[in-house]
T-cell receptor
Framework: AQTVTQSQPEMSVQEAETVTLSCTYD???????LFWYKQPPSRQMILVIR??????QNATENRFSVNFQKAAKSFSLKISDSQLGDTAMYFC??????????????FGKGITLSVRP | EAQVTQNPRYLITVTGKKLTVTCSQN?????MSWYRQDPGLGLRQIYY???????DKGDVPEGYKVSRKEKRNFPLILESPSPNQTSLYFCASSWAQASDTQYFGPGTRLTVL
């Protein structure tokens, strides 16, 4: 079974600065997907970024980028130029690649990020 | 607009009173799933469905039932709710391929007294 670990329960960052959220995972699979989801106070689950394990290039989406280290099973999220609207809980998640099966997302416990004005 | 809807958004009920949380998607997705979110545990899958009349258990199915009679709807049924089912519930849907993005509903906050 896969597990996802987010060891930091809370982080705080000054507006306009950069922050990195850590995530490690454990799997015996070779092909899989990794995700970061944002959950603001509205509770909506918003996909921030995704990474395919077979791609060596790290995914980026505007101010959000990841550092994917497959051998180390590490998947951190970097938020540049932090904005007040980035205040939210962030979940790291894992999904196996193979089709025709349960497209289950395995989530970490989440980290609460506060952006200070 | 592509979306997943859930109803109700908030519900307070008492132990043993049967309830149903509805989930509907307008994207013709084959795959649908229910998760519950609890503090310190993240989201955990309850049940999933690969298509009409095809459902199976996730990681925490005890105390829940589902049905998939139509492609767009995937209700979550609590036959006899208990306080340990107090949680935030999310429905999600996607195309059947594992690579496809999952769309989440807005969540249902359930309190069982």
């Amino acid at each position: 079974a896969q597990t996802v670990t987010q060891s930091q329960p809370e982080m705080s960052v000054q507006e306009a600065e950069t922050v990195t959220l850590s995530c490690t995972y454990d799997t015996s699979e070779n092909n899989y997907y990794l995700f970061w989801y944002k959950q603001p106070p509205s509770r909506q689950m918003i996909l921030v970024i995704r990474q395919e394990a077979y791609k060596q290039q790290n995914a980026t989406e505007n101010r959000f980028s990841v550092n994917f280290q497959k051998a180390a099973k590490s998947f951190s999220l970097k938020i540049s130029d932090s904005q007040l609207g980035d205040t939210a809980m962030y979940f790291c998640a894992f999904m196996n690649h193979y089709t025709g099966a349960n497209s289950k997302l395995t989530f970490g416990k989440g980290i609460t990020l506060s952006v200070r004005p | 607009e592509a979306q997943v809807t859930q109803n109700p958004r908030y519900l307070i009920t008492v132990t043993g009173k049967k309830l149903t949380v509805t989930c509907s998607q307008n994207m013709n997705h084959e795959y649908m799933s229910w998760y519950r979110q609890d503090p310190g545990l993240g989201l955990r899958q309850i049940y999933y469905s690969m298509n009409v009349e095809v459902t199976d258990k996730g990681d925490v199915p005890e105390g829940y039932k589902v049905s998939r009679k139509e492609k767009r709807n995937f209700p979550l049924i609590l036959e006899s709710p208990s306080p340990n089912q107090t949680s935030l519930y999310f429905c999600a849907s996607s195309w059947a391929q594992a690579s496809d993005t999952q769309y989440f509903g807005p969540g249902t906050r359930l309190t069982v007294l």
